[in-house]
């Protein structure tokens, strides 16, 4: 069940008394029902945890695979037959677990971020949709804000991202498809009626990737040839980093810390973030090569648009993207 079929179910109570009762199988610990109804249940809601180890009708034959389930693996174990769900969703192209080891990682490791401030700004493209801010200073993000606006708002939006960047001389990337193709105007605009200057930057999702000819990683691929486009680039990237943070964390393994990413654990609208960061899916073009499930699918899925996601993103694109033709 997802949150919208929620929102459609719950009003249908009548009668004085009346009940849902949900029974499921837990998936994933961002999944809508178990963080709804487990996590942070409602008032007066009885939760009641049912496994194998309750049903006196099992044979020895399963009781013997089920001993053999726990020897041979046992986080699938916990998860098949104890119904604790998994972290990481093996089609997400962020891990759960990568993010929550970055989450004042930068305490755990002893590391002091250095670097250039960044707002990353998702603009609101539709009635239903929301504005987006996310702010990092080097590797470390900070802060976000989230709010809804109207696309004629534009102006008071872009006065909203303009300020918090004056107060913190901090670059905008801002996304510049749809109404997001008029914030740099607005943004000079405010520039000029305050004689100052907030320094801004367009991304184009749809972009070509940067460094086209280089290979990505150990791949043994060429940018041009593992990614559909800059987005998915910029995300997998992303990924990467938070990958990197994990093994420093709970491995011990040494990065430089540009090549690591941390989350303040005070940041705002913190658990929207990381459930935003790792709902979307690896997907594929017609070529073969990579890219982030769209909003469009998304919805699908009855997702709402990841907009603090990506202006995380936006937020924390590596420097070798500055110059590309996306990126302007």
């Known amino acids: 069940m997802s949150e919208a079929q929620w929102e459609i179910l719950n009003p249908t109570i009548r009668k004085e008394g009346s009940q849902h009762w949900?029974?499921?199988?837990?998936?994933?610990?961002?999944?809508?029902?178990?963080?709804?109804?487990v996590v942070s249940p409602p008032p007066d809601t009885i939760i009641r945890k049912i496994n194998y180890n309750e049903n006196p009708f099992l044979s020895n034959t399963i009781l013997k695979v089920i001993d053999a389930a726990k020897n041979d693996d046992y986080e699938n174990y916990m998860h098949v037959y104890e119904g604790v769900p998994r972290d990481?969703?093996?089609?997400?192209?962020?891990?759960?677990?990568?993010?929550?080891?970055?989450?004042?990682?930068?305490?755990?490791?002893?590391?002091?971020?250095?670097?250039?401030?960044?707002?990353?700004?998702?603009?609101?493209?539709?009635?239903?949709?929301?504005?987006?801010?996310?702010?990092?200073?080097?590797?470390?993000?900070?802060?976000?804000?989230?709010?809804?606006?109207?696309?004629?708002?534009?102006?008071?939006?872009?006065?909203?991202?303009?300020?918090?960047?004056?107060?913190?001389?901090?670059?905008?990337?801002?996304?510049?498809?749809?109404?997001?193709?008029?914030?740099?105007?607005?943004?000079?605009?405010?520039?000029?009626?305050?004689?100052l200057k907030v320094n801004h930057q367009k991304f184009f999702a749809g972009g070509t990737v940067a460094k086209p000819d280089?290979?990505?990683?150990?791949?043994?691929?060429?940018?041009?040839?593992y990614f559909s486009n800059i987005k998915a680039q910029?995300?997998?990237?992303?990924?990467?980093?938070?990958?990197?943070?994990?093994?420093?964390?709970?491995?011990?393994?040494?990065?430089?810390?540009?090549?690591?990413?941390?989350?303040?654990?005070?940041?705002?609208?913190?658990?929207?973030?990381?459930?935003?960061?790792?709902?979307?899916?690896?997907?594929?073009d017609n070529a073969g090569r990579v890219k982030v499930e769209s909003k469009k699918d998304l919805g699908k899925r009855d997702v709402a648009s990841p907009n603090l996601a990506d202006a995380f993103i936006m937020a924390n694109l590596p420097s070798e993207m500055k110059k590309s033709s996306f990126f302007g």
């Not at 801002?174 to 105007?185: E, F, L, P, T």
């Open 234 to 284: 910029a995300w997998w990237l992303v990924a990467d980093r938070f990958r990197n943070t994990y093994n420093a964390v709970r491995n011990g393994h040494a990065f430089d810390d540009s090549d690591m990413i941390f989350i303040d654990g005070n940041m705002p609208n913190l658990n929207q973030i990381i459930d935003e960061l790792t709902t979307p899916k690896r997907d594929y």
């Open 22 to 37: 949900i029974i499921f199988n837990p998936r994933l610990s961002n999944d809508f029902v178990y963080q709804k109804f």
């Open 88 to 195: 990481d969703d093996d089609q997400a192209v962020i891990k759960r677990s990568h993010i929550m080891a970055a989450i004042d990682g930068h305490k755990a490791l002893g590391i002091e971020p250095t670097g250039a401030e960044r707002i990353g700004f998702d603009v609101a493209d539709s009635g239903e949709d929301y504005c987006a801010m996310v702010q990092s200073h080097g590797s470390l993000n900070l802060w976000s804000e989230l709010w809804k606006a109207k696309e004629d708002e534009l102006l008071k939006s872009c006065t909203r991202v303009w300020t918090k960047s004056r107060d913190e001389k901090a670059l905008v990337v801002y996304d510049a498809i749809g109404v997001g193709a008029m914030v740099g105007s607005k943004i000079n605009e405010l520039n000029s009626t305050n004689g």
């Open 214 to 225: 280089i290979q990505y990683a150990r791949s043994g691929i060429k940018n041009k040839d």
